[in-house]
T-cell receptor, first 114, second 112 residues
């Protein structure tokens, strides 16, 4: 069964460093998302991406974040200058269509900022 | 602003019992509602998706219902098993939104 994959599973970085989290969505899906979950808190929406552009973003998704689909398979989240409070589990998701379609989530990347 | 709440936060039941997990949302203008399972330190597994026009969805021992007018959804698990132990999340998608809004989850422990 097709699934969303994410790499790395765990990333440790120092405050101020740039990180890139990678995702491979399900191949026939057209909509891509990033969510994060700070330990013990709710899963929160960051951004959605369709047709090579951001279609919606939350207030969390400020200028230090960016997303890209560099080729036909990968979808990346870049954090330019990490802060301690960026430590969280980051989930990528994809869906075939927009409304009415399930979002399928990857296993997540645990980001630890020290 | 949509708020999704799940009660209780944690639940322990003996194996074999049927159980109900509750989810409530403040804004009834939802497009659909999705239930997920999350194992400790793991990703989210989609269990069921209910469209706003539907009343319930079933998958195996799981049945999810949706009552938009009262702002509630329930996840019914029949004949619970130790392998059902996990955190169950509900998430609502609003009309015209891309994002889904999550509840904090119910941590379920099935006692062998």
């Amino acid at each position: 069964e097709p699934e969303v994959t994410q790499t790395p599973s765990h990333q440790v970085t120092q405050m101020g460093q740039e990180v890139i989290l990678r995702c491979v969505p399900i191949s026939n899906h057209l909509y891509f998302y990033w969510y994060r979950q700070i330990l013990g808190q709710k899963v929160e929406f960051l951004v959605s991406f369709y047709n090579n552009e951001i279609s919606e973003k939350s207030e969390i998704f400020d200028d230090q974040f960016s997303v890209e689909r560099p080729d036909g398979s990968n979808f990346t989240l870049k954090i330019r200058s990490t802060k301690l409070e960026d430590s969280a589990m980051y989930f990528c998701a994809s869906s075939e269509g927009l409304q009415g379609y399930e979002q399928y989530f990857g296993p997540g990347t645990r980001l630890t900022v020290t | 602003k949509q708020e999704v709440t799940q009660i209780p936060a944690a639940l322990s039941v003996p194996e074999g019992e049927n159980l109900v997990l509750n989810c409530s949302f403040t804004d009834s203008a939802i497009y659909n509602l999705q239930w997920f399972r999350q194992d400790p330190g793991k990703g989210l597994t989609s269990l069921l998706l209910i469209q706003s026009s539907q009343r319930e969805q079933t998958s195996g021992r799981l049945n999810a219902s949706l009552d938009k007018s009262s702002g509630r959804s329930t996840l019914y698990i029949a004949a619970s098993q130790p392998g059902d132990s996990a955190t169950y999340l509900c998430a609502a998608r609003m009309n015209r939104d891309d994002k889904i809004i999550f509840g904090k989850g119910t941590r379920l422990h099935i006692l062998p």
